[in-house]
């Protein structure tokens, strides 16, 4: 029985169970490895050239269907035989390994049951039902937790809209039940904005149909355990900024720093986490998710969002967060309940420490997205490690590095690598993500000068020629339209 975090630490420094991250990159748990022994990467992309010590990415490119999904580059990587070989290599006869994935689906978890793994997050039939965005609206109702006013209704014309919303303002939004909210969330005010998405709106059973708020957004993660619902600190969000991302609604990255919010509204955050965490074990689940709020500007209410039933975008900064070396990062806790390790822990401690603005630290991420209605091929691509920006603008790469706690001062950054040279270029590609220390955004919550001063010196980083169509055989044209999907 483990009965305190020296303990836990200590189980993890000298972990014997196989572990696996299978993912597109590495990104999303980057960093565990140093915490947990036998904690091993496989990713499609090698964001590290070659030099990560624990990450595997199989050198040949075998023929596949075109990918649509991260579903299907996993499903790819767990059919590799590299893969298999890197798996079998990496674990002692005898011992039962584990996968964990960002995200699955049934076909995944056959494959990595012949391929001998435990998959270590709940059933993908139960992520999917509460991944669904309508459904998330009544397990928040079940919970107690705050949503904004809402209609979750089937669709059949901009008329049947109307019925359907009297209450909620002329000013809509609408998310259908999946997809990211860059592409999944329509802003409508009127006739001509419904036309334009009504293709995605009317395929659907059933939407949820918001009234828009003035609000900036926030993120914030949690874990269930068998001792309650542990929760991490509450971030801001950048949402929809031009020079970040084309869509209106996407997410293009976050803040954390001990006065974003006031200590009313860190309270309820931690509140209302608790309360959907907790209910999300009486659905059946456990282990690491991840909720959006919604701070309304007018009135200082705090809505729920949506649900990540998975490790997410933001669990970088959670599990790097001040707290996390203070005491163990937020996922371990996920992998004590999927590894059935006895353990005793306070989570009502644990979660007022964590929440107290001394044990939080200041860092930020830009998520950096191609914005332009263009398709390149990439000829020069800037590399992951430490970046220093000179007085002029300029960017100076500094070392080669797999961790953003090497960033020393304002002046520098962590930058991951996604998008490498001879891959396209394409709206909404993702060129890679900067860690900086400090905000990036001003008291507006819009994108500071140094903020845009790191993104136009990142992008000038990268360079591309454009594609002529016209040139490109039958074949070629069809591997730059997957790109561009």
Not at 52 to 61: M, R, S, V
Not at 302 to 331: C, M, W
Not at 406 to 430: C, K, M, P, R, W
Not at 442 to 454: C, P, S, V
Request: proline letters at 4%; hydrophobic letters at 40%.
């Amino acid at each position: 029985m483990l009965t305190t975090i020296n303990e836990i630490k200590s189980y993890f420094k000298t972990n014997t169970t196989p572990l696996f991250f299978i993912s597109a990159t590495n990104f999303n748990l980057l960093g565990l490895d140093e915490w947990i022994s036998q904690f091993k990467f496989i990713t499609y992309i090698d964001s590290f050239n070659g030099q990560h010590p624990n990450l595997f990415c199989p050198k040949e490119e075998l023929p596949h269907d075109e990918f649509q999904s991260i579903e299907d580059i996993n499903n790819y990587l767990l059919q590799h035989a590299e893969v298999l070989t890197y798996i079998k290599a990496n674990t002692p006869a005898g011992a039962q390994a584990k996968v964990l994935f960002l995200m699955f689906d049934e076909k995944t978890e056959q494959l990595a049951a012949q391929a001998g793994l435990e998959v270590c997050f709940p059933k993908a039939t139960l992520r999917t039902f509460l991944d669904n965005k309508v459904n998330t609206n009544r397990i928040a109702e079940k919970a107690g937790v705050a949503c904004v006013p809402y209609v979750l209704a089937a669709v059949k014309n901009y008329a049947h809209l109307k019925t359907l919303t009297p209450h909620l303002g002329n000013d809509l939004v609408i998310q259908t039940p999946f997809g990211d909210s860059g592409h999944t969330t329509f802003f409508i005010a009127n006739e001509t904005d419904f036309e334009k998405h009504s293709e995605d709106i009317l395929k659907e059973d059933e939407v949820k149909i918001m009234k828009r708020i003035n609000c900036y957004g926030t993120a914030i993660e949690g874990c269930v355990t068998q001792h309650g619902t542990l929760v991490g600190p509450l971030m801001t969000e950048l949402v929809g900024f031009k020079t970040l991302t084309p869509y209106q609604g996407g997410w293009c990255g976050n803040e954390l720093f001990p006065d974003a919010f006031t200590e009313s509204i860190r309270a309820k955050a931690l509140e209302y986490t608790q309360q959907f965490g907790n209910q999300l074990y009486k659905e059946g689940y456990k282990g690491y998710f991840e909720l959006d709020f919604l701070i309304d500007k007018d009135s200082g209410a705090i809505y729920l969002g949506e649900l990540n039933p998975r490790v997410s975008g933001v669990s970088s900064l959670t599990n790097h967060a001040k707290f996390a070396y203070q005491d163990v990062p937020l996922f371990l806790f996920h992998l004590l309940e999927w590894l059935n390790v006895p353990y005793q822990i306070d989570v009502a401690s644990l979660n007022h420490q964590w929440a107290l603005p001394q044990n939080q630290d200041s860092w930020s991420q830009l998520v950096i997205k191609h914005p332009f209605k263009t398709v390149e091929v990439v000829t020069k691509a800037p590399q992951s490690g430490i970046w220093e920006i000179k007085t002029n603008g300029n960017l100076n790469y500094k070392q080669h590095d797999t961790k953003r706690q090497s960033v020393n001062g304002d002046n520098e950054a962590f930058y991951f690598q996604i998008t490498q040279t001879n891959n396209y270029l394409y709206e909404g590609a993702d060129l890679g993500i900067l860690l900086l220390k400090g905000r990036v955004m001003d008291a507006n919550f819009e994108l500071n000068e140094r903020g845009k001063r790191w993104v136009k010196a990142l992008r000038a980083k990268y360079e591309a020629q454009m594609i002529d169509f016209s040139a490109l055989s039958g074949e070629e044209l069809l591997e730059a339209g997957f790109k561009v999907l």
